[in-house]
């Protein structure tokens, strides 16, 4: 099946994606916020370096979610195929190191629940801080794989917009045929208007040797005796 390239006016830059890949961005954007709680309260009771980079994720997810949303619905110059591809990229790879991390410092705090048992205080505590890290790299998880199906779909978009003769940026397909008809239409007209003038020139400059020859003067002759 053809690649269609028509688009409206403003839009040729935006690729065409498959049914549903809106709903996909938006399950990013819920899960993000999701994981943005659970890390952001895990780093303020147990500030392990797997709950603060799940932060970190997160809100940066919860940024480009925005984005990615605005760009598609709102103004079309706020669209750019580059920097979302980019961002895919970037949160792939951070998801995928993020809830690897916390996963196993959550094992760490659910085992160490078991080695102090005799503590009720502590189990409690350590019981539910594993439990929430544990919930946080889970959804983490999830959302690495969203975040990789959502990488794969832009990626082909991408691939079959480019292959099709379409750009980055808005208009450029449709702005520079004008221009080369009217310099097409400008050429015929020019040699025209030199022509005559080069003529008469030429006319111009011959007359001044014919006059000087007609008033030459006489060779001087002396009088006979």
């Given at each position: 099946m053809s690649y269609p390239t028509e688009r409206p006016a403003g839009k040729e830059h935006i690729p065409l994606y498959t049914k549903g890949f809106v709903a996909v961005r938006i399950i990013q954007l819920i899960i993000g916020i999701i994981c943005?709680?659970?890390?952001?309260?895990?780093?303020?009771?147990?500030?392990?370096?797997?709950?603060?980079?799940m932060l970190f994720t997160?809100?940066?997810?919860?940024?480009?979610?925005?984005?990615?949303?605005?760009?598609?619905?709102?103004?079309?110059?706020?669209?750019?195929y580059w920097a979302i591809l980019g961002l895919d990229i970037f949160h792939v790879i951070f998801w995928l190191v993020s809830f690897a991390l916390l996963a196993a410092q959550a094992a760490f705090l659910l085992a160490y629940t078991y080695y102090d048992y005799y503590y009720d205080y502590y189990y409690t505590a350590?019981?539910?801080?594993?439990?929430?890290?544990?919930?946080a790299a889970a959804l983490g998880a999830i959302n690495w794989v969203v975040y990789l199906a959502a990488l794969i779909c832009h990626s082909i978009a991408l691939?079959?917009?480019?292959?099709?003769?379409?750009?980055?940026?808005?208009?450029?397909?449709?702005?520079?045929?004008?221009?080369?008809?009217?310099?097409?239409?400008?050429?015929?007209?020019?040699?025209?208007?030199?022509?005559?003038?080069?003529?008469?020139?030429?006319?111009?400059?011959?007359q001044p040797p014919q006059?000087?020859?007609?008033?030459?003067?006489?060779?001087?002759?002396?009088?006979?005796q």
């Open positions: 943005l709680g659970l890390s952001a309260y895990l780093t303020a009771v147990v500030p392990i370096i797997g709950g603060i980079l997160s809100i940066v997810g919860f940024i480009t979610s925005i984005y990615c949303l605005v760009a598609h619905f709102g103004p079309p110059n706020a669209y750019n350590y019981a539910a801080y594993g439990g929430i890290a544990a919930g691939h079959r917009h480019r292959k099709a003769g379409l750009h980055a940026m808005p208009g450029r397909t449709t702005g520079a045929a004008p221009v080369v008809a009217s310099e097409l239409a400008m050429q015929p007209q020019q040699p025209q208007a030199y022509y005559p003038k080069q003529a008469e020139a030429v006319s111009y400059q011959q006059q000087f020859q007609q008033q030459a003067p006489q060779p001087y002759q002396l009088p006979s």
